[in-house]
């Protein structure tokens, strides 16, 4: 559900849309309006549904203690930069 003031500012900017009359400026929005549907249906190259599902296991695997603190994550690096050497 759209809270009340976001329902406000959309209707806002309906109301503002009836209004302009440059075309690049509409083109500009047109676009913006797309690329917000792609994100929306997409995002890293997985649909919005895969991201939640990782979302979720991640949550979980961290609810369970399965993750490494940067500290630790950096060491890891550090250490595998050092035997690439």
């Given at each position: 559900?759209?809270?009340?003031?976001?329902?406000?500012?959309?209707?806002?900017?309906?109301?503002?849309?009836?209004?302009?009359?440059?075309?690049?400026?509409?083109?500009?929005?047109?676009?913006?309006?797309?690329?917000?549907?792609?994100?929306?249906?997409?995002?890293?190259?997985?649909?919005?549904?895969?991201?939640?599902?990782?979302?979720?296991?991640?949550?979980?695997?961290?609810?369970?203690?399965?993750?490494?603190?940067?500290?630790?994550?950096?060491?890891?690096?550090?250490?595998?930069r050092e035997?690439?050497?």
């Amino acid at each position: 559900m759209v809270s009340e003031s976001l329902q406000e500012k959309k209707n806002q900017i309906i109301d503002s849309l009836q209004h302009i009359n440059d075309e690049a400026l509409i083109l500009a929005i047109q676009n913006m309006i797309t690329y917000s549907r792609q994100k929306e249906e997409e995002y890293l190259g997985e649909n919005i549904g895969s991201y939640n599902e990782a979302l979720k296991k991640a949550d979980a695997e961290i609810e369970q203690g399965q993750f490494v603190v940067h500290e630790e994550a950096m060491k890891k690096i550090q250490a595998w930069r050092e035997h690439e050497k």
